[in-house]
């Protein structure tokens, strides 16, 4: 068969030298907001399936063991290496975009021996929203929903912006709910309470809340044995408040500083209190 009215492909890029030209790639990762925590995804038509590793997940979802499916009869290769899949895990995504965000949900295979620091999405998940990458002078992705929302390859400054913007909201509603009651000391600095705040909000999966009661949180579960027959152990035979002169003007202090808080407050002995008031009674 003869082909006529052949033209070459013009190149958007500078030719690379011979032999050279795999340099010339740009990857399809972009980054996303996950768990109120940044993340990166990989958009990846050829990948033989939605996945992500274990220790990357452990560092994004910290309770991501709660929320699992099971896998029946499933086998994956990459290339020439066996996949192991351990569980399908489902998580919800947020793309930044500045006039606008994307909410996607996607199941994901967790791998135990999978080396990519990243997610992987798959080109099922890509036909079933509708993403298309663009290979244009400046790489974008965008979804068919609305084409007019282009997503940058790699992630553009502004767009950190609105990451940083998500984070915010979601940080403000956080200590709008948690410390509507809290008594923060009046003797910190402005720095040092938003200092504070920050930790708490960072690592506010180790708290208990309102939905989730003290002794609820897994792996949080305290068991404790107490001995109340004779012969007492030498803990039990201690006296009940220190005796020594710096161990008691320690304890002073402390009380001290959690009355400043209106965390405690003292009480005569003869005084009824409800057993929710933490109080000392002197």
Same mark, same amino acid.
């Given at each position: 068969?003869?082909?006529?009215?052949?033209?070459?492909?013009?190149?958007?890029?500078?030719?690379?030298?011979?032999?050279?030209?795999?340099?010339?790639?740009?990857?399809?990762?972009?980054?996303?907001?996950?768990?109120? !925590?940044?993340?990166?995804?990989?958009?990846?038509?050829?990948?033989?399936?939605?996945?992500?590793?274990?220790?990357?997940?452990?560092?994004?979802?910290?309770?991501?063991?709660?929320?699992?499916?099971?896998?029946?009869?499933?086998?994956?290769?990459?290339?020439?290496?066996?996949?192991?899949?351990?569980?399908?895990?489902?998580?919800?995504?947020?793309?930044?975009?500045?006039?606008?965000?994307?909410?996607?949900?996607?199941?994901?295979?967790?791998?135990?021996?999978?080396?990519?620091?990243?997610?992987?999405?798959?080109?099922?998940?890509?036909?079933?929203?509708?993403?298309?990458?663009?290979?244009?002078?400046?790489?974008?992705?965008?979804?068919?929903?609305?084409?007019?929302?282009?997503?940058?390859?790699?992630?553009?400054?502004?767009?950190?912006?609105?990451?940083?913007?998500?984070?915010?909201?979601?940080?403000?509603?956080?200590?709008?709910?948690?410390?509507?009651?809290?008594?923060?000391?009046?003797?910190?600095?402005?720095?040092?309470?938003?200092?504070?705040?920050?930790?708490?909000?960072?690592?506010?999966?180790?708290?208990?809340?309102?939905?989730?009661?003290?002794?609820?949180?897994?792996?949080?579960?305290?068991?404790?044995?107490?001995?109340?027959?004779?012969?007492?152990?030498?803990?039990? !035979?201690?006296?009940?408040?220190?005796?020594?002169?710096?161990?008691?003007?320690?304890?002073?202090?402390?009380?001290?500083?959690?009355?400043?808080?209106?965390?405690?407050?003292?009480?005569?002995?003869?005084?009824?209190?409800?057993?929710?008031?933490?109080?000392?009674?002197?």
């Amino acid at each position: 068969m003869d082909l006529i009215h052949v033209q070459d492909a013009k190149m958007q890029k500078t030719k690379p030298a011979r032999g050279k030209f795999y340099t010339a790639g740009s990857s399809c990762i972009t980054n996303i907001v996950t768990n109120n !925590r940044e993340a990166n995804i990989h958009l990846d038509s050829g990948a033989f399936c939605t996945c992500v590793e274990k220790d990357y997940l452990d560092n994004i979802y910290t309770n991501w063991q709660d929320k699992l499916m099971p896998i029946e009869g499933m086998k994956f290769s990459s290339a020439s290496q066996n996949m192991h899949p351990l569980v399908i895990f489902e998580a919800v995504m947020i793309l930044p975009h500045p006039s606008g965000r994307i909410r996607l949900k996607a199941e994901f295979f967790v791998m135990n021996n999978c080396t990519s620091q990243h997610f992987i999405l798959e080109n099922d998940y890509l036909n079933i929203y509708g993403i298309d990458i663009n290979n244009h002078k400046n790489r974008y992705f965008n979804i068919v929903e609305n084409k007019r929302q282009k997503f940058a390859f790699p992630i553009e400054k502004r767009d950190i912006t609105v990451i940083r913007q998500v984070k915010n909201v979601i940080k403000e509603k956080f200590v709008s709910d948690q410390f509507l009651e809290a008594q923060i000391s009046p003797e910190l600095t402005p720095e040092m309470k938003q200092e504070h705040i920050k930790i708490i909000f960072e690592y506010k999966e180790a708290f208990a809340f309102d939905n989730e009661p003290l002794g609820a949180i897994k792996d949080h579960e305290v068991e404790i044995m107490l001995n109340v027959e004779r012969p007492y152990s030498p803990l039990l !035979r201690r006296p009940a408040y220190p005796a020594s002169p710096s161990s008691r003007e320690a304890l002073e202090i402390h009380i001290n500083e959690l009355m400043k808080l209106v965390n405690l407050r003292k009480g005569g002995h003869s005084e009824e209190v409800e057993v929710t008031a933490p109080v000392i009674i002197v």
